[in-house]
């Protein structure tokens, strides 16, 4: 069974950090792309960044681009969301997600993220 | 970035209901779309990809069709399961983008 199980939310400052960790079983981890996808409270989903499998390409949309890192170790089966200087507009649950060319095949059930002083 | 458009945002509906939803792209996306549906609380569930293949598992009720900029999701017969909120995504060209969402509602 594929399972993917998210970490390391909470609350955080504004110009705060946090690590988001997702660790995946039930599948080839090393095999496939990754990504984070997020939703602020009563909002839609707004994809975050994506990881090929070797960890050789990385996209990011605009508005993380220099705050986020997104990373991975395939010999843990785990996948990574490095955010620095986090403002209130992040404030939402963060769910990490299996690439399917593109589309997301499977989600993590979410970890939320709330930056407020 | 490519715009996603969906319509409408919100829909009342009926058990038995033929439902179809609709998405546009600001530009063409060729076939990359996908759809999910999202109940509260609930992460997002792959229904729909490369515009009408249809995931694994998924009830056949649920059909995608659509290229270039248009495209649409119908649910030949919607059951109480299917109370939720559905979004498009097109996963042509970075950054990926999903549409605003549509809500089916109870009529």
Known sequence: EVQLVESGGGLVQPGGSLRLSCAVSGFTFSSHGMSWVRQAPGKGLEWVATIKEDGSEKYYVDSVKGRFAISRDNAKNSLYLQMD??????????????????SFAYWGQGTLVTVSS | DIQMT??????????????????????????????????????????????????????????????????????????????????????????????????????
């Open chain 1, 85 to 102: 200087s986090l403002r209130a507009e992040d404030t939402a649950v963060y769910y990490c997600a299996r690439d399917l060319t593109g």
């Open chain 2, 6 to 107: 969906q319509s409408p945002s919100t829909l009342s509906a009926s058990v038995g209901d033929r439902v179809t939803i609709t998405c546009r792209a600001s530009q063409s996306i060729s076939s990359w779309l996908a759809w999910y549906q999202q109940k509260p609380g609930k992460a997002p569930n792959l229904l729909i990809y490369k515009a009408s293949s249809l995931e694994s598992g998924v009830p056949s009720r649920f059909s995608g069709s659509g290229s270039g900029t248009e495209f649409t999701l119908t649910i030949s017969s919607l059951q109480p399961d299917d109370f939720a909120t559905y979004y498009c995504q097109q996963y042509n060209s970075y950054p990926r983008t999903f549409g605003q969402g549509t809500k089916v509602e109870v009529k």
